[in-house]
């Protein structure tokens, strides 16, 4: 007995996606094409009880459909598959193809799991492609990021990751906390740009006890471009073995923690920057 397609990883968000496209009228050929399913097994599990749009019929539709579910039938078809393919109900198969020889299974169920994993590895590479199309045309939109553009996107930056006062409890000090690389140095990149001294930086590691401090502490020292002894004491997190973690292993650095010694002025520029801003964005909606 064949093995069913619904024990195949990732099966049902295939049929979800085959099924949503035979509704809006895409023939067999479209969706194996969009979904890079190139095995017609599995195909027609896919888009099995979806009938194929108005476009595809023919004529005489009940003289063809008999003649077509023959001819598939002839060259090995199951009742499902054909089915599948032309919309008819099984009892319509049945009767049509009843005196045709019952086909041998052409693949074992070993044989349908690898083709299975080979379609979805044909589609997953697919998407990895187009989406690395897309960020190399996106990144080539950027070109010179001008100092005026590096301090409009490191005002929106610190508002939206960096510490606030509140009316309540006013602090009024620039602290900064990322776990991501990139949007450290941003921010390091517009501090300079604002000119403020180096030597006012500070900087501490925010991490779970249960990772590589001492790596954590190296890493983000690399990163900011400074010698890790300037770091403060880390912040570590209490580990708790009942929570599931996904930030863990050798990829996992924490986050850095950059503080601005005597910082007030600095961040009610900040504070103003943000608030002017706003109120352009504000005039643009009218």
């Known amino acids: 007995m064949a093995h069913a397609p619904g ?18 009228g895409y023939s067999l050929r479209q969706i194996r094409d969009e979904l890079k399913i190139f095995n ?6 896919l888009v099995k009880g ?14 063809d459909l008999r003649e077509r579910a023959r001819e598939l039938r002839l060259q090995g078809w199951t009742y499902d598959q054909i089915e599948a393919e032309l919309g008819c109900s099984r009892s319509s198969v049945s009767l049509w ?14 044989q349908q799991r690898a083709l299975m994993q080979e379609g979805l590895a044909r589609r997953r590479a697919a998407e990895r492609e187009k989406r690395e199309e897309t960020k190399v045309a996106a990144l080539q939109e950027i070109r010179e990021l001008r100092d005026r553009e590096l301090f409009m996107a490191g005002v929106a930056l610190y508002w939206a990751e960096g510490s606030k006062s509140k009316p309540y409890d ?14 450290i140095q941003t921010y390091l990149a517009w501090l300079d740009l604002l000119g403020v001294d180096r030597e006012r930086l500070n900087f501490r590691v925010l991490i779970h006890e249960s990772a590589d401090v001492e790596g954590a502490r ?3 020292a690399d990163i900011a471009d400074v010698d890790a002894s300037v770091f403060a004491k880390p912040t570590l997190k209490r580990h708790n073995p009942k929570t599931v973690r996904k930030n863990t292993g050798d990829d996992y650095h924490g986050c850095l923690v950059v503080g601005v010694a005597r910082s007030a002025h600095l961040y009610n520029r900040i504070e103003g920057w943000w608030g002017g801003i706003v109120a352009q964005a504000q005039a643009r909606l009218g």
Do not use: C, H, M
């Open 170 to 183: 006013r602090r009024e000090r620039a602290i900064f906390v990322n776990s991501d690389p990139g949007v």
């Open 97 to 110: 193809v009843r005196d045709l020889p019952r086909p041998e299974p052409k693949y074992t169920p070993e």
């Open 40 to 45: 017609n097994d599995i195909l027609n599990q």
């Open 218 to 220: 190296r890493y983000w």
């Open 7 to 24: 024990k195949y990883t990732d099966f049902e968000d295939l049929r979800e996606q085959a099924v949503a496209l035979r509704r809006g």
């Open 50 to 63: 979806e009938p194929p749009p108005e476009w595809t019929k023919r004529p005489r539709a009940k003289d």
